[in-house]
């Protein structure tokens, strides 16, 4: 069975950092994508930045430039969000994400992690 761990949220005052990290466990399969999804209270969940295996990235506007999303070089199914520069607008659950074929679907999730950014 598949799981998702994430790691690293938690309080940080307004243009601090914090840095978050997901493994992958119960499968040596490669995923196509991982990706970092958020939700604030009362809004959607919206995608934050994504990273393909061939090492294509994107990220949704309001993060670039102050967020970067990588894998690990050594284990695949290991991805990291390295979030600088924070606002009181980040303040939500991020939830990673793993994808098996395509960005189109992601098939599994983490339980998320809460980042707040205190102002």
């Known amino acids: 069975q598949v799981s998702l761990v994430e790691s690293g949220g938690g309080l940080v005052q307004t243009g601090g950092s914090l840095r978050l990290s997901c493994a992958a466990t119960?499968?040596?399969?490669?995923?196509?994508?991982m990706a970092w999804y958020r939700q604030a209270p009362g809004k959607e969940r919206e995608l934050v930045a994504q990273v393909t295996r061939a090492g294509f990235t994107n990220y949704v506007d309001s993060v670039k430039g102050r967020f970067a999303i990588s894998r690990d070089d050594g284990y695949k199914n290991t991805v990291n969000l390295q979030m600088n520069n924070l606002a009181p607008e980040d303040t939500a659950v991020y939830y990673c994400?793993?994808?098996?074929?395509?960005?189109?679907?992601?098939?599994?999730w983490g339980q998320g992690t809460q980042v707040t950014v205190s102002s």
């Open positions: 119960g499968t040596t399969r490669s995923f196509h994508a």
């Open positions: 994400a793993a994808a098996i074929w395509s960005v189109a679907k992601y098939d599994y």
